[in-house]
């Protein structure tokens, strides 16, 4: 079977799917949006592998200024991802993270070309954009989110097939009427790649960072995250009586506010840009403890993925992000803690954090739960087996 799998965002665990895939004798194309600034899976092939990696997009910038813009450039995407699926001829494509305007566009080719399509639905866009109208976004962007979810569920239904991350989801695809595709696949990370090392290790060492307590975020920082909510709980730890440093590995507009709520609070702060995905279990081994942050608007419809690289990293996680959300029930199986997202949470939030600061092996005992957690929970074979039967049926429904 020639598979394309598209990953937006160019993630590691849908990459390791895609290897997966390759690995049982399947023709598979990966590939992702090289404008699109975040944390990396492995792009490239291994000596040996058959697997192919390709980007659309190149040369793109967002702008994330512009509404309209960003919109005549995500419609402009899906323009240059019809032309790769047509280079690529796949009998099945897989779209994950893809943009609702871009998606459109691919979706209407599809119908055209005949190629059966598979929805990997990470987030619902339409009920992320109404949750924030008003509120981060303007009120006219509630005109914009019932647009989204027109699109969404015109999409959906021209899918073979839609995977989601969560049984949150399935009510959703029950209103657009597309509930009997739908085929619930929780997110994982990979296990092979993402592995617990020591505290003091070369990163740690190089950044400085080895020989003092760090609170530490990893990932993409966006409309579903209040930066502020990482300063505001190191400095109510702080007050605590425990002297330790915010570390902040991220690229983009957030980096400005976090070191002017640093500044204002003179909370100590290591800020870095996305580091190489084969440093991350250094990096992720270099927080005491990993925080994990959600707007309570984002609600059920979006799995925090570094959640899930945390727990492979094998360390303590603190959530700052809905009770409900599937991501807080893994936190919380672990010995973790999860917080609401707002400021009257924080010094519960802190109280937590620096009583685990004061006792090693407790933490120890946390990080050792994550990680036999995510060796339970996120074993490759059993999730590419479900990707496996709906691809393959999806390519035989369309025959």
Known sequence: MRVLVHDFSGHPFQVQLSRELARRGHDVVHSSC?????GKGRLAAEPGESLEFQTVGDGLVFDKSSFVKRLFQELWLGVHLVRHVRAVRPEVALMSNVQVPTLVVFAAAMMLTRTPWVLWHQDVYAVAVRSFAGAKLSRSFALVAGAFEIAERWCSRRSAAVVVIAESFVPVHQSWGTADKVTVIPNWAPLDE???????????????????????????????????????????????????RLVVVNEGPAVELLRREAVQRSVPLTLLPFQPYDRLPEVLATGDVLVVLLDQQAGAFSVPSKTLSYLCAGRPVVGLMPAENAAADLVARTGGAVFAPAQHDLPGAAAWVAALLDDAPRRDEIGAAARDLAEREFAMSVCADRFERVLAGSVGASR
Do not use: F, Q
């Open 34 to 38: 090289a404008a699109y600034v975040s």
């Open 194 to 244: 993402i592995v617990p090392c020591d505290r003091k290790n070369d990163w740690a060492v190089e950044n400085e960072l080895d020989d003092t307590m760090t609170l530490l975020y990893s990932g993409t920082l966006g409309l579903k995250h209040d930066p502020a909510l990482l300063v505001a709980l190191t400095d109510e730890v702080r007050r605590a009586g425990r002297d330790v």
